[in-house]
Nanobody, 117 residues
Framework: QVQLVESGGGLVQVGGSLRLSCAAS????????MRWYRQAPGKEREFVAASDWSGDNPAYANSVKGRFTISRDNAKSTVYLQMNRLKPDDTAIYYC??????????WGQGTQVTVSS
């Protein structure tokens, strides 16, 4: 059974930083593409960042480029999202997604990030 467990969310002031973690189990992590999405109140879920299996080719939404960094530790089956210079518009529930070739797509339960001004 695939499980993705996010952690690290919380309340932070504008300009602050948070580091989200997503611990995966039940899948071959080193062969999985890992992604972060977010959903703000009243809005659709949107892509934030992606890491292929190697971690060498990260991709970012324009809205977070230069402020957020995705990374992964295949030995720990964990993907991270370092978020710097946070803005009120970054307030959302952040979800971890795993895409496993030939198996499917899986989601975590999400972690709340609130940026206060």
């Amino acid at each position: 059974q695939v499980q993705l467990v996010e952690s690290g969310g919380g309340l932070v002031q504008v300009g602050g930083s948070l580091r989200l973690s997503c611990a995966a189990s039940g899948l071959t992590f080193s062969r999985s593409s890992m992604r972060w999405y977010r959903q703000a109140p009243g809005k659709e879920r949107e892509f934030v960042a992606a890491s292929d299996w190697s971690g060498d080719n990260p991709a970012y939404a324009n809205s977070v480029k230069g402020r957020f960094t995705i990374s992964r530790d295949n030995a720990k089956s964990t993907v991270y999202l370092q978020m710097n210079r946070l803005k009120p518009d970054d307030t959302a529930i952040y979800y971890c997604q795993a895409v496993v070739l030939g198996t499917g797509t899986y989601w975590g339960q999400g972690t709340q990030v609130t940026v206060s001004s």
